[in-house]
T-cell receptor, first 112, second 114 residues
Framework: QQQVKQSPQSLIVQKGGIPIINCAYENTAFDYFPWYQQFPGKGPALLIAIRPDVSEKKEGRFTISFNKSAKQFSLHIMDSQPGDSATYFC???????????FGAGTQVVVTP | DGGITQSPKYLFRKEGQNVTLSCEQNLNHDAMYWYRQDPGQGLRLIYY???????QKGDIAEGYSVSREKKESFPLTVTSAQKNPTAFYLCASSPRTANTGELFFGEGSRLTVL
């Protein structure tokens, strides 16, 4: 049973659009929420991360929104580009460092 | 360059054979991990090790074994007891700091059982 539920499974947007990926969790002990980006044939790489004391975090064109009361968080890719086409994973961790629980992943395709 | 090296990149195996996947890191990280990736299921933790000569089972350890004799190396053996071994296997490492959430991944090994 996945502890972090991620949706949608896939999405297609045109260049310049804003793909939004949503994740939800139940375990209130989670206190660190990273997002990983994976290109085909490669390992995932950390994209951006947030802690529950912050409601929003931006890094370049990537924004995480966090709703602690709803136990939900989401990734927005502003002004998306074809180079953003990848699979994105949300994850959550507790004080057990490094033991991440991953969502199922979202395949994002940005068309030219 | 510092990083994690996994080998082989592709591996084919007949049913009933054990196979060992290699993972080496030169990042001087204390912790190392093995994940399995299947379509639509995300990454699932097989085994992890926080220090040399010690390791713990993850969520799906059955049919797998590991060793951690050196800080740099964390090989994974997929045994014949693993019922559905065809998958993409990812090795990762992280520094021994509390709850950073950052894992550094290798490029993976794709195992196919014929």
């Amino acid at each position: 049973q996945q502890q972090v539920k991620q949706s949608p499974q896939s999405l297609i947007v045109q260049k310049g659009g804003i793909p939004i990926i949503n994740c939800a969790y139940e375990n209130t002990a989670f206190d660190y929420f990273p997002w990983y980006q994976q290109f085909p044939g490669k390992g995932p790489a950390l994209l951006i991360a947030i802690r529950p004391d912050v409601s929003e975090k931006k890094e370049g064109r990537f924004t995480i929104s966090f709703n602690k009361s709803a136990k939900q968080f989401s990734l927005h890719i502003m002004d998306s580009q074809p180079g953003d086409s990848a699979t994105y994973f949300c994850a959550a961790a507790t004080d057990s460092w490094g033991k991440l629980q991953f969502g199922a992943g979202t395949q994002v395709v940005v068309t030219p | 360059d510092g990083g994690i090296t996994q080998s082989p990149k592709y591996l084919f195996r007949k049913e009933g054979q054990n196979v060992t996947l290699s993972c080496e890191q030169n990042l001087n990280h204390d912790a190392m991990y093995w994940y399995r990736q299947d379509p639509g299921q995300g990454l699932r933790l097989i085994y992890y090790s926080q220090i040399v000569n010690d390791f713990q089972k993850g969520d799906i350890a059955e049919g797998y074994s590991v060793s951690r004799e050196k800080k740099e190396s964390f090989p994974l053996t997929v045994t014949s007891a693993q019922k559905n071994p065809t998958a993409f296997y990812l090795c990762a490492s992280s520094p021994r700091t509390a709850n950073t959430g950052e894992l550094f991944f290798g490029e993976g090994s794709r195992l196919t059982v014929l």
